[in-house]
Structures are given as structure tokens and as C-alpha cells.
């Protein structure tokens, strides 16, 4: 007969899932100092519900008294290829694989509920609570303790086989499990391709991410006005990042089958013309809507001064002129500045002579100082 493991690990593979592990529920006591050292140095930034409920963090059964165990899944994308133009000649934009397609939030928590309902159909009554980036749980680790795989150097979860190309759901249970084989060992070696290669220098040795240097965490989660030394590094990515899982040995298998996906690189000029009807219409179910349309806006400004293309220009001066959102002004002009040239600053002395917000005034006057310099 099959065991209740090999039950579930048969439904979750059903669902899609790749890996499924095991590990009894205990509290992550050596996480704790590093999570109170983390939060203590500022590192959520605007995530600051990453700071709430901590002891949940460390030990879900202060959720739930009853919780004993664990169930951790991994669910798979394919990172497409994108396609082999110059981004700064045709204004194309860039796009992290993972937010291709329907929100993955949607779709794996409602697989991983299957599976979930699958453990109360072979043990019934069993107690499940099922998490998929949706609250208060230590996802890594949670995997790491049912051997799903190992914290690569860019800080993701690495699998020999699968490489880092998945999402992680959780489902906590009353049912008690134990880990099946060792801890994974760490794989990474003496490489170091994604420290070296991280555009903004936000992975550091002994596997730490500084997420107020990230790309992913500047265009998705920071709401505010981009810092202006980081604009520049942002290159051509408008929503989040795959370079330190694109560099990664452990993924080379996904990049040779990798198809070419032309949505990976959208246009930019049409992602400037989209008001909040057509971004609803476009992103209202892809992961792409956190960043609202200001976001999105926001980094598509910045890319477009960072292309270095006189195309540019046009697209950015009637934003400057029209765009209602202040932030996507104030990076319009920022943008501007970096293009220069006569066409741009004429633009932006127009908008100086009808600007009402103070901080867009200041980008503009720092944009026609820096194009004139």
C-alpha cells in the first residue's frame, strides 16, 4: 500500500507540481537572530509587513497550537528566451519570466488548495492552512527542511535538477510528517557569477541580498520616486529582475529549451500611452498589477532615459505634459535631462512655465541643469 506521503506527493504532482517535501513543525530558532538583524538594519525598506508578526515568522503553531508538520511545494515556470533586438533602438522594455502569464499568486494557491484537500481526503479531518507569498511564513526555509533544495548565492532556493525557475507554496497541517532523506548540501561552489553580475551590486558574500539595491524590490515594491543614483542601473527592466537566475549554472538546462517570448520586451511607448482603464485591462490578472500604473509608469519613464534613443524624447515630452500622476511626471523629467539635446530641453521649459508640484518642479530644474552640462 502507498503511504499518506507518497498519497499526497501523487496529488501534487497532478497539480503541476515538481517537488513536494515533508518536515515536522518546529520553531526556526536560528533564523531568529538573523530576522531580528535584518528588520533591526532597515532591510524591508516598504515591505514593512515583513517586519509584522515575527514570532509567527519563526513559528507558525503560534498560529495554530494544533499545526505539526509541513508540506512544501514547488510549482514550475518556464523562463522564456527574449527576443534578440537592440532594446535601446526599438524602445523595448524588459519584464522578469515570472510575471508572464495569469498572477501566479492565483494560480498556485489554488493548486496548492487541491493538494490540501487531498491531505483531508486521505487522513480526514486533518487541519490545513496553505500559503503561497500570501502571509507570515519563511518559505526558503520551509523547503530547505523538506529537502526541496539549498539558499543559492543569490539568495533563491536552488534544486539540482530544476535550477530556481519555481514558485513556493506551503500548505501547515496537523498531520504529523517526518523529512525523508538528508538536509540538500550546499551546491554552489567557489561560483559567483550572480554576485559579479548583479547590475546593482545588491548581492553580497555569506548570501545576503540588500533589497533597497535590488531591482526587482526598486520597481515592484518601492512606491515612491526611484532613488536618483539607482535609475541609471536600471537599464532596461520595468518589473523586477532575472538576472541572478538567468546567470546561474544550476539554470543553464532552461536556457538552451528556452522558447522566445516577444512579451518579455514590451514597447514602451505603448506601456506610456496606458491610462488606468487600459493597465486594468492589460495587467489586471498578472502579477505586473502591484506595481499599479503609476509604478509601471514610473520605471518605463526611467528606461526610456536610459535607452539614450532621441526617439525618446517625443514619448517622454508628452508625458511631461499630459501624464495626471506627479511621480510619472518627475521621472519624465528626469528621463529628459538624460537624453538632452535641444528637443528635450525645450520640453522640459515648457513644463517648468505650468508645473504646480513642487517635487516635479525640482526634477525638471535639475534635468535642464544636467542636459546643459
Not at 32 to 54: K, N, S, V
Not at 287 to 297: E, F, H, S, Y
Amino acid at each position: 500500500m502507498r503511504s499518506v506521503e507518497e498519497k499526497i506527493a501523487d496529488s501534487a504532482s497532478e497539480q503541476g507540481f515538481i517537488l513536494t517535501g515533508f518536515a515536522p513543525m518546529r520553531a526556526l530558532d536560528e533564523r531568529r537572530d538573523f530576522f531580528d538583524r535584518w528588520i533591526a538594519d532597515g532591510r524591508p525598506a516598504e515591505m514593512t509587513w515583513l517586519a509584522r508578526q515575527p514570532e509567527r515568522r519563526v513559528d507558525p503553531r503560534v498560529l495554530d497550537p494544533r499545526l505539526r508538520s509541513v508540506v512544501s511545494l514547488a510549482y514550475p515556470y518556464t523562463p522564456p528566451r527574449p527576443p534578440d533586438l537592440d532594446w535601446r533602438a526599438e524602445l523595448r522594455g524588459r519584464i522578469a519570466a515570472y510575471a508572464l502569464g495569469p498572477d501566479y499568486h492565483d494560480v498556485v494557491l489554488r493548486k496548492a488548495r487541491m493538494v490540501a484537500d487531498g491531505i483531508a481526503a486521505v487522513v480526514p479531518g486533518a487541519i490545513s492552512r496553505v500559503y503561497v507569498d500570501t502571509g507570515p511564513v519563511f518559505e526558503r526555509e520551509w523547503a530547505a527542511e523538506a529537502r526541496l533544495g539549498w539558499f543559492g548565492r543569490n539568495t533563491n532556493l536552488l534544486n539540482r535538477y530544476h535550477g530556481s525557475y519555481f514558485f513556493l507554496a506551503e500548505i501547515l497541517t496537523d498531520v504529523e510528517f517526518a523529512a525523508v532523506g538528508e538536509p540538500y548540501r550546499e551546491h554552489c561552489g567557489t561560483c559567483r557569477r550572480c554576485l559579479d553580475l548583479c547590475p546593482t551590486g545588491a548581492l553580497t558574500d555569506g548570501y545576503k541580498l540588500e533589497p533597497r539595491l535590488c531591482i526587482s524590490y526598486l520597481t515592484i515594491e518601492h512606491r515612491g520616486p526611484l532613488p536618483r543614483e539607482m535609475r541609471p542601473h536600471l537599464g532596461n527592466w520595468i518589473f523586477g529582475c532575472d538576472v541572478c537566475q538567468e546567470v546561474c549554472p544550476w539554470n543553464d538546462d532552461h536556457a538552451r529549451a528556452a522558447p522566445v517570448n516577444d512579451a518579455l520586451m514590451p514597447s514602451l511607448a505603448d506601456l506610456m500611452a496606458l491610462d488606468e482603464d487600459s493597465f486594468r485591462r492589460r495587467f489586471g490578472r498578472s502579477a505586473i498589477r502591484r506595481t499599479k500604473r503609476r509604478g509601471l509608469l514610473r520605471n518605463t519613464a526611467v528606461v526610456l532615459g536610459n535607452s539614450g534613443n532621441p526617439d525618446a524624447i517625443a514619448i517622454l515630452a508628452n508625458t511631461l505634459a499630459s501624464e495626471p500622476e506627479a511621480l510619472v511626471r518627475a521621472h519624465a523629467a528626469w528621463a529628459l535631462g538624460e537624453l538632452g539635446g535641444e528637443a528635450a530641453r525645450r520640453a522640459l521649459e515648457a513644463a517648468r512655465t505650468r508645473e504646480t508640484d513642487q517635487t516635479v518642479a525640482a526634477e525638471i530644474a535639475m534635468a535642464l541643469e544636467h542636459a546643459a552640462a
